[in-house]
């Protein structure tokens, strides 16, 4: 009996990867900023659905944020292959996808996106506050973003945005660091709702 993953990704494969719209990481990263300004600006394209176009960035981002990323980035359906955790959080299936992109398909960027008033990130910093235990599943994702939360405890100003920030870069370094990905450029990004801009984190 022919495994349902094999058949998936031997029809995914096929043809051959078409050619991407952005052929390196600093042209895909810029394609994305742009549309993410045009989205912030209020003049979106809104483009179409791509007809077979092939994706250029994955994003990583988060289930909690409210806007998808191709209309804060002022994409087509079909151009960016985006995996979505609370938080961000990895995980091997997030890794494999991330990976598919990037070896089969040729997608030369990772973009991680983190967001604003996180609710994962909230979640968290109560679990930490109060050393409760935490319930089921939601275990998994305290444990991966508490130690950027025990990091940035100290730091004056805002703890849930500090957190936020060093999670998401942690998970970019994470990505980076990893040989599986090293044919594409890797970045992180925190998106504003209030005003629609991402922006870039160091």
Same mark, same amino acid.
């Given at each position: 009996?022919?495994?349902?993953?094999?058949?998936?990704?031997?029809? %995914?494969?096929? %043809?051959?990867?078409?050619?991407?719209?952005?052929?390196?990481?600093?042209?895909?990263?810029?394609? @994305?900023? %742009?549309?993410?300004?045009? !989205?912030?600006?209020?003049?979106?394209?809104?483009?179409?659905?791509?007809?077979?176009?092939?994706?250029?960035?994955? &994003?990583?981002?988060?289930?909690?944020?409210?806007?998808?990323?191709?209309?804060?980035?002022?994409?087509?359906?079909?151009?960016? @292959?985006?995996?979505?955790?609370? #938080?961000?959080?990895?995980?091997?299936?997030?890794? #494999?996808?991330?990976? !598919?992109?990037?070896?089969?398909? #040729? &997608?030369? @960027?990772?973009?991680?996106?983190?967001?604003?008033?996180?609710?994962?990130?909230?979640?968290?910093?109560?679990?930490?506050?109060?050393?409760?235990?935490?319930?089921?599943?939601?275990?998994?994702?305290?444990?991966? &973003?508490?130690?950027?939360?025990?990091?940035?405890?100290?730091?004056?100003?805002?703890?849930?945005?500090?957190?936020?920030?060093?999670?998401?870069?942690?998970?970019?370094?994470? &990505?980076?660091?990893?040989?599986?990905?090293?044919?594409?450029?890797?970045?992180?990004?925190?998106?504003?709702? #209030?005003?629609?801009?991402?922006?870039? @984190?160091?």
């Amino acid at each position: 009996m022919v495994s349902p993953r094999r058949t998936f990704l031997t029809a %995914a494969t096929a %043809a051959g990867p078409a050619a991407p719209v952005a052929d390196s990481p600093a042209a895909a990263l810029d394609e @994305l900023l %742009a549309g993410n300004a045009r !989205y912030a600006a209020g003049r979106p394209r809104r483009p179409l659905p791509a007809a077979r176009r092939h994706p250029f960035a994955v &994003i990583v981002g988060c289930v909690d944020a409210r806007e998808p990323a191709e209309l804060v980035f002022d994409q087509g359906l079909g151009d960016l @292959l985006c995996t979505r955790t609370a #938080g961000q959080v990895l995980d091997e299936a997030v890794l #494999g996808s991330v990976q !598919y992109g990037v070896q089969e398909l #040729g &997608i030369r @960027l990772v973009l991680v996106l983190g967001h604003e008033r996180c609710g994962a990130v909230a979640a968290t910093l109560e679990h930490v506050r109060a050393g409760a235990a935490v319930p089921g599943h939601l275990e998994l994702l305290v444990d991966e &973003i508490a130690p950027a939360a025990r990091r940035t405890r100290v730091r004056p100003g805002n703890w849930a945005e500090h957190t936020m920030r060093a999670h998401t870069a942690w998970v970019r370094d994470v &990505i980076r660091a990893d040989p599986a990905f090293g044919s594409a450029g890797v970045e992180a990004a925190r998106f504003d709702p #209030g005003t629609g801009v991402v922006r870039l @984190l160091p």
